[in-house]
Structures are given as C-alpha cells and as structure tokens.
C-alpha cells in the first residue's frame, strides 16, 4: 500500500495487496463417510463472489500463471467451490483425514486423501479423487514436530526449512546437504519412511530493509510493506510481518516525515506478526493495491487450499501471482525459526516483508520471508492471516463486513457464534436452535451468519 495519505473516494488507503473468493458445496455420500444435512446450497459464485474477481486479480493469474482469460476466471471459481467440499469431508473423515488439494490449469480437480479405502467411494460422490495413503494429516504434523523440536537443538541453518506435503503423504526437510536431513531425521527419532530429505542451497531470509514501491518507514530506518487493515476496538490499523518492527516502534509514510503510526503488538521469532495502530487521518478500507496501482476489494479471510492460486503485492516488486506449495512450514531463518508459515512459488524480494498475499477475494497472509528475486524466480512463505487476526485480537476489514447478521434465537450459549472470531475447520458452534461445524478457516463476520453461509458452515 502507498504510506502516503492517498485520497482514493475520501478515504487514505492502508493496504497493499489482492484478494480472493469463496466456495460451493454438493451432498456428501457413501457408507463410510456420513452424508451432510440435507437443504439447498448454493454456488461458490451466489455466494462469496467467486464470480465476480478484479480486473487486476485475472490479468495477474493470465500474466504469471499463463492462463486464458477464460481459464483464469474457472479457477478462481473452481477453487472456491473446491474449499467447501474439502472442508465437508474433512469434517466426516475425522482423523482419517491426510490432506486435501487441487491441481489443474483451472484447479479443476480437487483431491482427499484418508488413511481408509472404505472412505474412497464417499470422496469420489463428492465429485473430488480420492487417495488412498498410510499417515493421517495428524500423525504427519506430530512428526514434524518432533522435526522442529530436534533443529531447535541442533545447527537449524543446515536444515532451514521443513513442511508437511499432503500430496506425498511425507514431511519434507530441506536441508543444505543430505547428510544434514539425515542426522535431523535421526535426532529426532522419527520413522524415515515418513520423511524425505530435499537437498537445496537456498536458505531463506525476511524479506526488509529495501526502499520501493508502495511501503512504509519504520524508525526512520528501514522499510516494510503495510499488510492489510484492521481495527481492534477503536483503534484503526494495519496488519503486517512481526520482524519489520518492535512493539512501540514508530511508522512514517514512505520516504517522508509523515507520522503514521505505532506498532502495538509484533511477534517474530516463533510467530511473524504485528500491527501498526495509525494516527487520525489515515482511515482503513477494504482495499488492497493491485497491478499498476488499482485496487482490489478483501471479502473475508478464508483459507485456500494447498494448489490454489494466490497473488501478493509488496514495496520492491509490486504484484506477483502463483501458487501455495505447502501450510504449516517452519522457517529457520538468520533471525531464529518460525513456524506455521504457508510456502508458495510466488517470487519476492527484500521490502516485501509485510504484503498481503489474497486468493480470489479472500485475505490469506502477510509477506514473511524467502529465497530467490523476481528476475530468476524464487519461493516465499507467508504467515496466515486467521492466526494473526485471532492472536492479536484483531478484526480484518472487509467489503461485506458491515452487512448485519440475522438476529438468532440464542446468543447467551458459551459456543455461540460471533462476529469477529476466528473459526478453525472442524470448529463448532451454536446458532439460534441449530449447531453448525466450520467448513473453512475464517473470521465471522455478519454478512457470513451459519445458517446463511453454507459454503463455509455445514448444518449438523
């Protein structure tokens, strides 16, 4: 986003990047996977916009993914609807589950995994291939933290980075040399054959401390990109990478003495967030900066699948569009390791710390760190949105926000649903007379009531 107070319709704009969509749902079936409540759903398009993408989102995904207009338009449609079917049998498969993706020109194919056969044919009602694999998504994460635990203990820099990837059914360590991955393996006592050692020379670094482009200046010293807005109570804000600055640091417009604002919380190691809490005269909006300067709207923050399209915009390199590779890597960088990051083969470069990564018209995460440039290509990772918003309190400003939710006959209960919380796929909730279950990570807001939303709640 510009830090400069950029008039755009009265309002100064506090963002800097795209955003993404939503998804549809058909009825689940088969005997080992039970069905889901029956009623009429509607389209990922009827209801989350899918159909409705920016200019700027299409010409990005046309330009880096080299799709046709046509195919860029089905994909963001088709990894909508997929995120819904995903999280309903997510939900039925329980802890058989291994993992769910899409892949495709237009994402057209979206894939379950579970750890058993009999699931098979449910999966495959649901119109999604179904794969047959020996570890569940569970098992996979508890080893890969026993994975992190041993590289905290050991020299992490030879071994940087390591993932879950669904679509092998293995947890992945990238290490600079193989003799590393193995030892790593071996102090942590996990079973090889759940393991595979990457070898690579990349070793990623955050990504700050270049002027360029849209940005802000953090204690005259060095340079960020601003995330998304948020408010938190009355204060206004921006979301942003926890290792561009302190709590208590100061923010200027870019390449000024403008004051801007303070950062109030930040995290990094461990974690890669913060806020900045501005001063009067800079007003959030729903609004993130696009290709060549245009701006897109932010809709919500549900999470996109692994194989789904995402765009992201930064100070350096402007806007860049690819794809996610993996959720919950742990990045070790000079700085100390993160964990929780999402990997993606979107390019970046130092500055772009802090920009806001969107799918659709779905927030996902700000810019954290990664290897590589924009002229040769390269990898960058992200720290998701939804656990930034729900760990500093946060509400995500969106377009549809304002929109009231209906009135429920019972709001007293202890899981009763409420606007501003983040909901994590599986979550329950009540709603009026009725319980729902969480389809799809995201922050309620009005406009997204469970009874309304059946892309995103499921009727229990």
């Avoid at 950029?6 to 939503?22: E, I, K, S, W």
């Avoid at 449609?77 to 039925?92: F, I, P």
């Avoid at 098992?139 to 203990?153: C, E, F, I, N, P």
């Avoid at 779905?362 to 656990?387: E, H, K, L, M, R």
Wanted: glycine letters at 12%.
């Amino acid at each position: 986003m510009v830090g400069r107070h950029t008039a755009r319709t009265g309002r100064a704009a506090l963002v800097a990047v795209g955003a993404l969509a939503l998804a549809a749902v058909h009825p689940a079936a088969g005997a080992a996977v039970p069905p889901p409540a029956p009623g009429p759903v509607p389209t990922a398009a009827q209801t989350l916009g899918a159909d409705r993408p920016s200019a700027a989102m299409l010409q990005a995904l046309q330009r880096d993914l080299k799709l046709t207009p046509a195919q860029a338009t089905a994909r963001l449609v088709n990894e909508a609807e997929a995120g819904t079917r995903a999280g309903r049998l997510r939900n039925s498969l329980g802890a058989h589950f291994a993992g769910a993706w899409v892949k495709g020109t237009t994402a057209a194919e979206l894939t379950v995994a579970t750890t058993r056969a009999a699931d098979a044919t449910a999966i495959r009602a649901q119109g999604a291939k179904a794969a047959v694999v020996t570890t569940s998504l569970t098992d996979l994460l508890a080893v890969k933290t026993k994975l992190d635990k041993a590289a905290s203990r050991a020299k992490a820099a030879t071994t940087p980075v390591r993932y879950v990837d669904v679509r092998t059914n293995r947890v992945v360590v990238q290490a600079t040399s193989r003799q590393a991955g193995n030892a790593l393996v071996k102090a942590a006592g996990v079973p090889a054959k759940q393991v595979t050692v990457r070898v690579s020379n990349e070793r990623p670094r955050a990504l700050a401390d270049i002027v360029g482009g849209d940005a802000y200046d953090i204690d005259a010293t060095f340079r960020c990109s601003i995330g998304f807005s948020v408010t938190k109570d009355t204060q206004n804000g921006f979301a942003t990478a926890g290792h561009c600055g302190k709590a208590g640091s100061k923010t200027t417009a870019a390449g000024s003495s403008v004051q801007q604002g303070t950062f109030q919380a930040s995290t990094f190691p461990g974690k890669d967030m913060a806020w900045v809490g501005v001063v009067s005269g800079w007003t959030t909006t729903p609004e993130v900066r696009g290709e060549a300067g245009k701006t897109v709207d932010v809709a919500g923050s549900v999470q996109a699948l692994v194989g789904a399209s995402v765009c992201r915009s930064g100070t350096t390199s402007g806007w860049h569009c690819g794809t996610i590779q993996q959720e919950n890597a742990t990045v070790t960088y000079e700085e100390g390791t993160v964990n929780g990051l999402t990997k993606t083969d979107v390019c970046g470069e130092p500055g772009d710390s802090g920009g806001p990564y969107v799918a659709g018209a779905q927030a996902q995460g700000v810019t954290s760190g990664g290897s590589g440039d924009c002229t040769s290509g390269g990898t960058t990772y992200f720290q998701p949105i939804n656990p930034l918003l729900k760990d500093l309190g946060l509400t995500l400003v969106t377009a549809t926000a304002q929109t009231n939710a209906p009135t429920p006959q019972d709001t007293t209960a202890a899981d009763a649903w409420r606007t501003g919380r983040v909901y994590e796929a599986g979550a329950t909730v009540s709603y009026g007379t009725a319980r729902y279950q969480c389809l799809q990570s995201h922050q309620a807001q009005g406009a997204w009531a469970p009874e309304t939303t059946p892309a995103l709640w499921q009727r229990l």
